[in-house]
Each structure stands twice: as C-alpha cells, then as structure tokens.
C-alpha cells in the first residue's frame, strides 16, 4: 500500500514531442505528489508538485495531470527538447511519513 | 556558498572496513535524509532527521548508522561495509512543509 508504481522505465521521444511519465498509487491518504528530474551525475531536484485537491498543474510546458478516483498521476512534457533529457522520478507523501518514491523513467529526446 | 554539500565524491574501500559519508547544508533545514539510489530501485530512504538528536529508520537502515549532533550536519557511517551496499548514495535537506527535498551531489561508492 505504500508503493509508487511508475512507467516506463525508458521512454525515446522525439524533438517536439510530447513526454509522458504515468505513476500508480494505492494509499488514498497520500496527501502530495512531486515529480524530481536528475541529471547524470546529479542529485534529483524538484520539479513540479500537486496536491490531490487539484486536477491539473502546469508550470511551462510541464504539466501534473491528477487523477485521485484512479489514484494515477502523469508528467507531460510538451515540445519535448534535448536538454529534457534526464531520469525523472514520481513520489508521493503519507501524511506522517518521508516520500515514497517511484523507480524513476529516464527520459531521451532525440534531436 | 549556501547549499548541501557531499564528501567524499567518490569512495572506493574493502568489505568489512568502516566508512562515514559526510553530508553538510548552510541553509538551516530541519529535516535532513540519506537516500541510495540502485538501478531499478530508484531512491530508497536510509535514515532521516527532523532536527538535531532526532533520527529515524527509512526503508533500509541495515547496516548503516546516522547522528545529528548539529543541524547542519549529518553523517552516514557503514559500520561493516559490505558489496552489497556499493552504490550512489544522496543527502538531501528540507524544510519538512511543502517538502521539497534539496539534494546534494551524491557519493558514489564501491565496496570491493
């Protein structure tokens, strides 16, 4: 019940194309979902977040698509460019507890 | 300069031996958290610390030992190191509401 399942694993797309990045949750009492981008050699930073009170965040041509009957979060990447790529990873966070992580998706846009 | 900063950057040592990862923040974050990250497991949570002399067990404290006498420090210490703990290993610092997580550089470490 404290899982984050995220898919996929890799994912090559295409200049200009969109990026998307799904996660799975089964604990409803999960009150926060961040999504953290990492560059080789980096540690993760945090990217876009949303809370279970909104359906939707956008924050340039990074979007939170939130689902909360499916208990399914996504990360679209509009106008995919080459300096996206990297590992992107899901979390999501217990009321009382660290975030749980997902496995992470690393991502390649290819020129 | 502000920030969290890691050291050693890389770490290579034989099983058996004991090994202290450092890890220091200047922003005065309460929370601190010691993440390894394995292909395929993404970030496993180690230990963490809401402040000062308080520490708790993640999802895979075996093996590893933390203290937090000062709030910008916390050390990570594999008592035994074993192969199987070969790994990239993150701190990270946050304030603990909203919760982001301010990672540092990341230690990668090899246990031969």
């Known amino acids: 019940q404290q899982q984050v399942k995220q898919s996929p694993q890799s994912l090559i797309v295409q200049k200009g194309g969109i990026s998307i990045i799904n996660c799975a949750y089964e604990?409803?009492?999960?009150?926060?979902f961040p999504w953290y981008q990492q560059f080789p050699g980096k540690g993760p930073a945090l990217l876009i977040a949303?809370?279970?009170d909104v359906s939707e965040k956008k924050e340039g041509r990074f979007t939170i698509s939130f689902n909360k009957s499916a208990k399914q979060f996504s990360l679209h990447i509009m106008d995919s460019q080459p300096g996206d790529s990297a590992t992107y990873f899901c979390?999501?966070?217990?009321?009382?507890?660290?975030?749980?992580w997902g496995a992470g998706t690393k991502l390649i846009i290819k020129p | 300069d502000a920030g969290i900063t890691q050291s050693p950057r890389y770490k290579i040592t034989e099983t058996g031996r004991q090994v202290t990862l450092m890890c220091h923040q200047t922003?005065?974050?309460?929370?601190m958290f010691w993440y390894r990250q394995d292909l395929g497991h993404g970030l496993r949570l180690i230990y963490y610390?809401?402040?000062?002399?308080?520490?708790d067990k993640g999802e895979v404290p075996d093996g590893y030992v933390v203290s937090r006498s000062k709030t910008e420090n916390f050390p990570l210490t594999l008592e035994s190191a074993t192969r199987s703990q070969t790994s990239v290993y993150f701190c990270?610092?946050?304030?603990?509401?909203?919760?982001?997580?301010?990672f540092g550089p990341g230690t990668r470490l090899t246990v031969l």
């Open positions: 990270a610092s946050g304030t603990g509401w909203p919760d982001t997580q301010y």
């Open positions: 922003w005065s974050h309460s929370y």
């Open positions: 610390s809401a402040a000062a002399d308080i520490t």
């Open positions: 604990n409803t009492a999960f009150d926060y």
């Open positions: 949303i809370r279970p």
């Open positions: 979390a999501a966070r217990p009321p009382i507890y660290q975030l749980i």
